[in-house]
């Protein structure tokens, strides 16, 4: 089997570890790449000229320099090197991640069956990060763009049940399928066995109940954010808060010192993560707190399930999660993964995690959300489709 894996202007950037791509792609692609040949084009790159490079056995990244990839005519020239690759590698299939790699892809008369693997709701996202009347008009134009590319595919990817819910409105049901994203357990196997040395190297006393967020803090309401952690440090004093990421921190840091509350901020390269989540033992997710959501912001929320809740099972972590977020919010409540919280003011108790507790959220990674779960579902994707003879 041959497939062509297909991204805009995402990569590990000649080798260099870059978190999502490096757990999300390579790991899955690696695998793969076992029993068939597997190349990653590149589209979007500014490099001085096209090239290719093996970053893993049996994965060929390949780069087509077009120059800047934010004019329409470098994309049209993206267009042409994606016709280029086809010709030349022949694929039986096309995997497109992304809604700019699929809508280049759609544009092109070729006779391979796709996948779309959009990973968020693009149209949604542009409407958080892009105000004023000329960006409202483009994402607006993303709406029908996106049924477009979504109808030009064999299949469509979503990353959670909402999400399939969400193409389901104008896909057939054997056109979508659920797919979630992915951690690699056995990243995390030696740092779980150290768990109480890598605790006490980080100043963590056995009674400390340690809450992780990992990832990032760019779409954080400060206040809603501060606001439910003061309710977790009023209900569980003996709580410590690590804040894991790369993003600007002062305004969440600034928001948090006015409740009195104090937390621990730093960045770290992707190797270093393990250690980090398995000292810990509850997982934060942000997504969901907000002032006041706007319609974007609650439809993006409940929709997308994030890289960072695979990686906190695969720890053994618990899942503090908000109750808005229903379908998450559920999955966590009825298979005693952690606690969803609402909007109340009362505070947030939270019990010490055991070991038949991190066992058990362990055990739900392995059986859906594990790397080598993802990798067979992607494999039974790829026969339903040449088989099909599509």
Not at 328 to 333: C, K
């Amino acid at each position: 089997m041959r497939i062509l894996f297909v991204t805009y202007r995402e990569s590990l950037h000649r080798g260099a570890s870059l978190g999502v791509m490096q757990t999300q792609v390579l790991e899955v692609l690696s695998t793969i790449a076992k029993d068939s040949e597997v190349r990653w084009l590149v589209l979007g790159q500014d490099f001085d000229a096209s090239h290719s490079i093996e970053v893993s056995s049996g994965i060929i990244i390949s780069y087509r320099n077009i120059g800047s990839a934010q004019r329409w005519g470098d994309r049209v020239r993206a267009r042409q090197q994606l016709r280029t690759e086809i010709h030349e590698f022949v694929p039986d299939l096309i995997h497109l991640r992304g809604y700019h790699a699929a809508l280049i892809a759609s544009t092109l008369r070729i006779n391979v069956p796709r996948v779309f693997d959009p990973r968020t709701l693009f149209p949604l996202e542009r409407a958080l990060i892009a105000s004023g009347v000329f960006s409202a008009i483009k994402n607006r134009a993303w709406r029908p763009v996106e049924r477009w590319i979504a109808s030009r595919s064999n299949f469509t990817v979503a990353v959670s049940e909402p999400m399939r819910d969400y193409f389901l409105k104008f896909l057939r049901d054997d056109q979508v399928v659920w797919i979630p994203l992915a951690a690699d357990h056995r990243r995390f196997i030696e740092p779980r066995s150290r768990r109480n040395i890598i605790r006490t190297e980080m100043g963590y006393n056995t009674d400390d109940i340690v809450i992780i967020y990992s990832g990032s803090i760019s779409y954080a309401s400060p206040d809603a954010v501060s606001s439910m952690l003061g309710r977790i440090r009023t209900g569980t004093p003996e709580s410590k808060l690590l804040f894991v990421t790369r993003d600007e921190s002062a305004e969440l840091q600034r928001s948090l010192a006015t409740k009195s509350i104090d937390a621990t901020f730093r960045s770290a390269e992707m190797v270093e993560m393990p250690d980090l989540l398995c000292a810990a033992d509850w997982g934060l997710i942000f997504t969901g707190l907000q002032d006041s959501p706007t319609e974007a912001e609650r439809r993006l929320s409940r929709t997308v399930l994030g890289t960072k809740v695979p990686e906190y099972w695969a720890a053994g972590l618990g899942i503090i999660v908000a109750r808005n977020l229903e379908w998450l919010a559920q999955l966590v409540s009825d298979n005693g993964l952690g606690v969803a919280v609402d909007g109340c003011d009362n505070p947030i108790k939270l019990p010490k995690r055991y070991s038949e507790d991190r066992h058990r959220s362990i055990a739900f990674h392995l059986s859906r959300f594990d790397t080598s779960a993802v990798v067979e579902q992607y494999r039974h994707l790829y026969r339903i489709l040449l088989m099909d003879g599509q």
